[in-house]
């Protein structure tokens, strides 16, 4: 069996009340890294392993620029995300559970990064491949 794992931006939130509150900036805004439908394939065998690259060139569908993402041709994912994201995908990717016993299935996730004023939610799914058919 091989594994890949997508990553998929299923939301994004905004607290202008906190960004007033606390940030130096206090009209920064919303992610400019991410939106939401932005779609990110990971795959690790002898040929590619996008994880130890902390995902560049991963993105494979956006309604923005590739270039203006995280994950696109210029930029890895932010840290604050990959943070958040890169156990699990570092898991999908061995075949391992993702979350079993907390999702309804095991091989998804659900997460968020960490920044508490302008939070990313991810959906992350291990994708099994049968090898020997190459069905997904």
């Not at 902390?54 to 696109?72: Q, V």
Request: proline share 4%; with cysteine; aromatic share 10%.
């Amino acid at each position: 069996m091989k594994y890949k794992v997508k990553v998929t931006v299923i939301d994004k939130k905004l607290y202008p009340e906190l960004q007033q509150q606390f940030c130096a900036n206090p009209y920064v805004g919303a992610c400019p890294s991410y939106n939401i439908g932005d779609e990110f394939i990971f795959e690790r065998d002898e040929s590619k392993d996008s994880f130890w690259n902390m995902g560049i060139n991963t993105l494979t569908k956006t309604n923005a620029s590739a270039n203006l993402i995280a994950g696109g041709p210029n930029m890895p994912h932010c840290s604050e995300a990959w943070d958040a994201i890169s156990r699990y995908i570092y898991a999908g990717l061995q075949g391992g559970s993702i979350m079993r016993g907390w999702m309804k299935e095991e091989n998804t996730m659900i997460a968020c990064c960490s920044d508490g004023t302008r939070p990313v939610i991810f959906k992350i799914e291990r994708i099994d491949i049968d090898e020997n058919t190459d069905i997904i």
